[in-house]
């Protein structure tokens, strides 16, 4: 069975990227959020560009979680605010499986006190729900 994070994994990963946001925009703090997006907010994710995988690995891996996910598998994708939209980090395939399956998602939403222009953003593709359909 292909690999998936645990819900440890992304809490320890959403608390050291927003040390790293805090490092690199100076002046600026950043408040997490825990939220269960509903299927149709899941939709509205804004969707980035998930790094160098190919399709059979990213089909293995969504398979992994979907059975996962009829186990209780809940690891929550990580998410930023800007401008009321949410900006997806981490948990591309977990949206994915989510979108896929008429889900809602954990996710834990880091949110800067001002704004800022985080890089991820010029990664964005587009909408979960115009992506992967439905």
């Not at 608390?15 to 939220?35: A, M, N, P, R, W």
């Not at 398979?63 to 591309?92: M, Q």
């Not at 704004?115 to 991820?120: A, E, K, R």
Request: no cysteine; hydrophobic share 40%; proline share 4%.
């Amino acid at each position: 069975m292909a690999e998936i994070v645990s819900k440890k994994e992304q809490i320890d990963l959403a608390d050291k990227l927003v040390k790293y946001y805090e490092k690199i925009y100076e002046g600026t703090s950043f408040s997490k959020e825990e939220k269960t997006l509903s299927h149709a907010e899941v939709g509205e994710v804004d969707y980035t560009y998930p790094g160098p995988e190919n399709e059979l690995d990213a089909e293995v891996k969504m398979n992994a979680i979907a059975k996962a996910v009829r186990l209780g598998y809940d690891a929550p994708a990580i998410l930023i605010k800007k401008n009321g939209k949410l900006v997806l980090v981490d948990g591309h395939r977990r949206l994915r499986v989510a979108w896929g399956q008429g889900i809602g998602w954990p996710a834990i939403i880091i949110v800067p006190s001002k704004p800022v222009s985080f890089g991820v953003e010029k990664t964005v593709m587009g909408k979960v729900k115009d992506l992967f359909g439905k």
